[in-house]
């Protein structure tokens, strides 16, 4: 089964400031790598996929970059609808693990 | 735009089978994709049960695979989830999903997802 840990599992961040969350494979999952951000109560939302395409309709200062093992998904200029809790997948294989998630806070 | 809505009872007893239904609107199983259900325990992270093709052809978690059917009803254009034996480990907002791609477990479109209790 392939691990994937997600780092910090808090960031606190201003708005306007940028956050850049980690997650870490342990293995290769070539670029089958999706992010995710869940707000309380609702479901997950696909935001990129392919670890660097952003899905449809999610604004330009979400970014994702990375291959392999390490990925990185950048706000650029936190919203406060951005603060959630963001969730990074790998889909190289059928078992679809997910990481513990980060949630980014208001600081 | 393609809606799903999962239904089933939100209390089950322990070692008892937990069933849900996932009713997709909006778009025709039959057309293809792999549908899936995660699920997420309160307060902690998803994770991903299983996908079903229209043909019936499935995959599973297999940490999960002994105690999980998925079926699906191309007539009435709804996939359904079986998990049998559960504890109060198997408590859990459960969600249906449909994939971006036909083929794989990751997902775009979400139901609302229903909460699950596993309770005596």
């Known amino acids: 089964e392939i691990v994937m840990t997600q780092s910090p599992a808090t960031l606190s961040v201003s708005p306007g400031e940028r956050a850049t969350l980690s997650c870490r494979a342990s293995?290769?999952?070539?670029?089958?790598l999706a992010w995710y951000q869940q707000k309380p109560g609702q479901a997950p939302r696909l935001l990129i996929y392919?670890?660097?395409t952003r899905a449809t309709g999610i604004p330009a200062r979400f970014s994702g970059s990375g291959s392999g093992t390490e990925f990185t998904l950048t706000i650029s200029s936190l919203q406060s609808e951005d603060f959630a809790v963001y969730y990074c997948?790998?889909?190289?294989?059928?078992?679809?693990?997910f990481g513990q998630g980060t949630k980014v806070e208001i600081k | 735009q393609v809606q799903l809505q999962e239904s089933g009872p939100g209390l089950v007893k322990p070692s008892e089978t937990l069933s849900l239904t996932c009713a997709v609107s909006?778009?025709?199983?039959?057309?293809?994709?792999?549908w899936g259900w995660i699920r997420q325990p309160p307060g902690k992270g998803l994770e991903w049960i299983g996908s079903?093709?229209?043909?019936?052809?499935?995959y599973y978690n297999p940490s999960l695979k002994s105690r999980v059917t998925i079926s699906v009803d191309t007539s009435k254009n709804q996939f359904s989830l079986k998990l049998s034996s559960v504890t109060a480990a198997d408590t859990a907002v459960y969600y249906c999903?449909?994939?971006?791609?036909?083929?794989?477990?990751?997902?775009?479109?979400w139901g609302q997802g229903t909460l699950v209790t596993v309770s005596s």
């Open positions: 079903i093709y229209h043909s019936g052809s499935t």
């Open positions: 997948q790998q889909y190289n294989n059928w078992l679809g693990t």
């Open positions: 999903a449909r994939p971006l791609d036909v083929d794989t477990a990751m997902f775009d479109y």
């Open positions: 909006g778009y025709s199983i039959s057309s293809g994709y792999y």
């Open positions: 293995q290769s999952v070539s670029s089958n």
């Open positions: 392919g670890a660097s």
